[in-house]
């Protein structure tokens, strides 16, 4: 049978990023190191392939401290988490070993210090998201407020003395419209925001393909928040016809009328086994052609954290 030509573009790079290699690797080594059972409190990444292959392996994936007994081995995800889930450890005489990506232990140190110089800090993420869980939790209840929309910088308070930080895994331009939006209210503010150079390099790489392609797929949970930026950044630069799926079986190959140009990319969660079954499965359907785009690969490793 004569079949149609599809040209893929894969985004460089894409999938995981050091954070998201180191917290995997943490539970990997722990679940050697110690004895059975060993906890993580909450998904240590945001991706169910990921989750369910450490489930494979004996991790136990909890939510709360509550449901585990006392003197357990625990790991907390790369998300980060508040000081009462550390209190609470300890309270527990836990074994607990912290895979918050340094990216955002480096928010967190930030929002503590402003709370030391009695600076409210004014957190720009989405409300809900783990990740500002954590990050709001650093410090007292009113020291740090979060700002998720332009409209919301109306009800600040102007006579506040405040700093901002971010989400790790927000889109650029949006933030950049809510950092304008507290310029306007605190014209002393700097522009420095706090999201990760793994959510940049993939959102760099996805608006420059976006243009060239009829169809991007983003490979990510629906969980996941740099993902869900992606197909956002993708819609924004040029490709209207993006979406996320969390892996081959989502996608219908009957549906590619007027598709030439099929663009791919991952979240930071995401492994690239599931583009590869992408590509294995495209070739059933059409004679592809591969590009890649024009961007670097990352080759930054962070270290184990202590106790592994
Ligand atoms: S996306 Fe960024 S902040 Fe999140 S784990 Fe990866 S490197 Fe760390």
């Known amino acids: 049978m004569n079949q149609r030509n599809l040209k893929i573009i894969l985004c460089i790079p894409r999938g995981f990023c050091a954070g998201v290699t180191r917290a995997i690797e943490t539970v990997e080594k722990a679940l050697e190191k110690f004895d059975y059972p060993v906890y993580v409190r909450h998904e240590i990444v945001h991706n169910k392939y990921v989750v369910d ?109 405040v700093a901002y930080v971010t989400q790790t895994t927000l889109s650029v331009d949006e933030t950049s419209g809510i950092f304008k939006a507290l310029k306007q209210k605190y014209p002393y503010l700097k522009e420095d925001n706090d999201i990760c150079f793994a959510t940049t390099n993939r959102q760099k790489a996805v608006k420059e393909i976006a243009p060239k392609c009829d169809k991007i797929f983003v490979v990510g949970a629906p969980n996941s928040s740099n993902s869900k930026r992606l197909v956002e950044v993708a819609i924004e630069n040029g490709c209207k016809n993006a979406c996320l799926i969390q892996n081959e079986s989502e996608i219908d190959w009957n549906d590619f009328d007027n598709i030439n140009v099929l663009g791919i990319t991952a979240g930071a969660s995401a492994p690239e086994i599931l583009i590869d079954n992408i590509l294995k499965k495209a070739k059933n359907y059409f004679n592809i052609e591969i590009e890649n785009s024009d961007g670097k690969e990352e080759n930054l490793n962070f270290k184990l954290p202590k106790g592994i």
């Open 53 to 161: 292959k450490l489930k494979e392996k004996g991790a136990i994936f909890i939510e709360e401290l509550d449901e585990i007994e006392d003197y357990s081995t625990v790991i907390f995800s790369a998300h980060g988490v508040p000081e009462s889930v550390k209190s609470h450890a300890n309270s527990k005489h836990l074994n607990s070993i912290d895979a918050t990506c340094p990216l955002v232990e480096k928010v967190h140190k930030k929002v503590k210090r402003n709370f030391e110089n009695n600076i409210t800090s004014i957190l720009i993420g989405h409300k809900n998201h783990p990740e500002v869980i954590g990050t709001m939790g650093q410090v007292p209840h009113g020291a740090i407020i979060l700002v998720s929309k332009v409209q919301e910088v109306e009800k600040l308070d102007p006579n506040l003395n």
